[in-house]
């Protein structure tokens, strides 16, 4: 293809996606900050580049004394991923400005360390010297499997919500395990990620308490949430990030297909397991259990192409192990 077609944007973004997902970082993270901008569909998904007449920064001028604006560019586990950075570029004396997609995302990120402003994008931008995406900057600090700023959380709940969402809960009496099984509809590939809530309360183990973490419940999930009471729903409560992370807190587990809540829960340092297609996102690499990116996390992937049942069933085992071989957090 790209013999073919050398100015093919897509074709260079797929490659560079490639390379990532092998670990190829050098060489991975530069194709991506050169192609994605020229994607029509990143494009049209409100992801191309800013027109900012401020200088764009890749780690090639002194921020001493200057004030920096990251902003988020993709979705919300993108900007729950990469706000890691913002510590690092703070660190180099920059003040940091960081414009996030939505209002929802205001009381998790406001505390995040190395943020002096936080705005919500569409909102007056106060002034700056420089400018860079969150997805920028993964190239801007040369990370490569070796070095990504990987600590055990960087992300905090709010004690607040936290009390409040655990009188909401109730006295605990079982392990409790948090679920996460579907994204956002108008992700390209969702119909990998996502599935039915019918096909995994199939395999998953009694002596729990299961608490759905999903904001927006399908129409398809509406009969098994009814059918199944103890499959706690708060839907309607969750009325952004913060209650979520402060539900995450109070999991033991969180089990989550690759979402924000996966990011959000990992990001907070709570144990996670996160279910993988076949084919993953380029960031969770091959062949492992684990991903440098997130400490507590741990890959359950699919063994062959839509074989959910086999994700499940090793899912459903480590559950019993676990709750067998260690006791709950309080």
Same mark, same amino acid.
């Given at each position: 293809?790209l013999?073919s077609?050398?100015?093919?944007a897509?074709?260079h973004y797929?490659?560079?996606?490639a390379?990532?997902l092998?670990g190829?970082f050098?060489?991975g993270w530069?194709?991506c %900050?050169g192609w994605?901008w020229?994607v029509?569909?990143l494009?049209?998904?409100g992801?191309?580049?800013?027109?900012?007449?401020?200088?764009?920064w890749?780690?090639?001028k002194?921020? @001493?004394?200057k *004030?920096?604006?990251?902003y988020?560019e993709?979705?919300?586990g993108d900007?729950i991923?990469?706000?890691?950075?913002?510590?690092?570029?703070?660190?180099l004396?920059?003040?940091?400005? $960081? %414009?996030i997609?939505?209002?929802?995302?205001?009381g998790?990120?406001?505390?995040?360390?190395?943020? @002096?402003?936080?705005v919500v994008k569409?909102? %007056?931008?106060p002034d700056?010297?420089?400018q860079?995406?969150l997805l920028s900057l993964?190239?801007a600090?040369?990370?490569n499997i070796?070095?990504?700023?990987?600590s055990?959380?960087?992300?905090?709940?709010?004690?607040?919500?936290v009390?409040?969402?655990k009188?909401?809960?109730? %006295?605990?009496?079982?392990?409790?395990?948090g679920?996460?099984?579907s994204?956002?509809?108008a992700?390209?590939?969702?119909?990998?990620?996502?599935?039915?809530?019918s096909?995994?309360v199939?395999?998953?183990p009694?002596?729990?308490?299961y608490?759905?973490?999903q904001?927006?419940?399908?129409?398809?999930d509406?009969?098994?949430?009814? @059918?199944?009471?103890?499959?706690?729903?708060?839907a309607?409560?969750?009325?952004?990030?913060?209650?979520t992370?402060?539900?995450?807190?109070?999991m033991d587990?969180v089990?989550?297909v690759d *979402?924000?809540v996966?990011h959000? @829960?990992?990001?907070?340092?709570k144990?996670?397991?996160i279910?993988?297609?076949?084919?993953p996102d380029?960031?969770? $690499?091959?062949?492992? *259990?684990?991903?440098?990116?997130?400490?507590s996390?741990k890959?359950?992937?699919?063994e062959a192409?839509g074989?959910?049942?086999g994700v499940?069933?090793?899912?459903?085992a480590d559950l019993?192990?676990?709750?067998?071989?260690?006791?709950?957090?309080?």
């Open positions: 293809m013999r077609k050398p100015g093919y897509e074709a797929n490659k560079s996606h390379l990532l092998l190829e050098d060489k530069g194709l %900050e994605r020229k029509e569909e494009i049209k998904a992801g191309g580049k800013r027109n900012f007449s401020q200088i764009s890749h780690g090639q002194s921020l @001493a004394g *004030t920096i604006l990251l988020s993709q979705g919300y900007t991923q990469f706000c890691r950075y913002v510590k690092l570029v703070a660190n004396g920059a003040r940091v400005i $960081l %414009e997609q939505t209002e929802s995302l205001r998790l990120l406001s505390d995040l360390e190395g943020v @002096a402003q936080l569409g909102n %007056e931008l700056f010297d420089f860079c995406s993964p190239l600090f040369k990370t070796k070095t990504i700023p990987a055990a959380s960087y992300l905090n709940s709010d004690a607040i919500n009390a409040q969402w009188t909401r809960l109730g %006295e605990k009496a079982k392990p409790r395990i679920l996460a099984w994204g956002n509809t992700h390209k590939n969702d119909n990998n990620r996502s599935f039915p809530l096909s995994l199939k395999h998953i009694t002596g729990f308490q608490v759905s973490l904001k927006e419940v399908r129409d398809v509406k009969p098994t949430l009814q @059918a199944r009471p103890d499959i706690l729903n708060f309607n409560e969750l009325n952004d990030f913060s209650d992370a402060a539900l995450c807190e109070l587990i089990i989550s *979402t924000s996966a959000l @829960a990992a990001a907070l340092g144990p996670t397991w279910l993988l297609p076949f084919m380029w960031r969770w $690499l091959l062949d492992r *259990t684990d991903t440098p990116w997130y400490p996390a890959l359950y992937r699919q192409a074989d959910w049942n499940f069933e090793r899912v459903g019993t192990r676990n709750s067998r071989d260690a006791p709950p957090s309080k």
